[in-house]
């Protein structure tokens, strides 16, 4: 079944570390994005990427990093440097056709940093 | 400023009808999506607009009005399992890619 996959689906990491969350898309989608959603508020984009190897800051880009070597996977790192990063973290890709592209999520990540 | 407004919270009754609405100010126009969120889940896509009118899939309808800024989801004989959180996201002209997206709207549905 072709389908977005995150993981790990909680985690808990102490102030002051970095952390990677995965996401791997198998629909061979050209765009990939990163969301980040808090209580009562709109879906918030962090990074997206229209193709492999390009990636553009969204609205919050600031305190994290992404990369994008393959088509399938879009990882986004959490640094030391976000300020709150406790949040739920969604991962998102469509076929990038424009127009009529509907992005598809994946399960989201829930981070928790104590 | 580019803003996406929809009401915070809204209840109805199982087998009712529900007419949830998104008013929107961006900058040009390229179409506008729904999308519903259970509690701790992704969320889902359920119709998208970029023409005026109603479009109908099942239960659940959309309709658009660009020249009011206005859409409206629709949700026909409620189901306990409707209760979620809806979402209004919007593409803006020139966006390309990238979607403003409205708070959500928590619907709770009542035996």
């Known amino acids: 079944d072709g389908g977005i996959t995150q993981s790990p689906k909680y985690l808990f990491r102490k102030e002051g570390q970095n952390v990677t969350l995965s996401c791997e898309q198998n629909?061979?989608?050209?765009?990939m994005y990163w969301y980040r959603q808090d209580p009562g508020q709109g879906l918030r984009l962090i990074y997206y990427s229209q193709i492999v190897n390009d990636f553009q800051k969204g609205d919050i880009a600031e305190g994290y990093s992404v990369s994008r070597e393959k088509k399938e996977s879009f990882p986004l790192t959490v640094t030391s440097a976000q300020k709150n990063p406790t949040a739920f973290y969604l991962c998102?890709?469509?076929?990038?056709?424009?127009?009529?592209?509907?992005?598809?999520f994946g399960p989201g990540t829930r981070l928790t940093v104590l | 400023g580019q803003n996406i407004d929809q009401p915070t919270e809204m209840t109805a009754t199982e087998g009712a009808i529900v007419q949830i609405n998104c008013t929107y100010q961006t900058s040009g126009f390229n179409g506008l999506f729904w999308y519903q969120q259970h509690a701790g889940e992704a969320p889902t896509f359920l119709s998208y607009n970029v023409l005026d009118g109603l479009e109908e899939k099942g239960r659940f309808s959309s309709f658009l009005s660009r020249s009011k800024g206005y859409s409206y989801l629709l949700l026909k004989e409620l189901q306990m399992k409707d209760s979620a959180s809806y979402l209004c996201a919007v593409r803006s002209q020139g966006s390309n890619y990238q979607l403003i997206w409205g708070a959500g709207t928590k619907l709770i549905i009542k035996p």
């Open positions: 629909l061979n989608h050209d765009a």
């Open positions: 998102a890709s469509s076929p990038g056709e424009g127009g009529t592209d509907t992005q598809y």
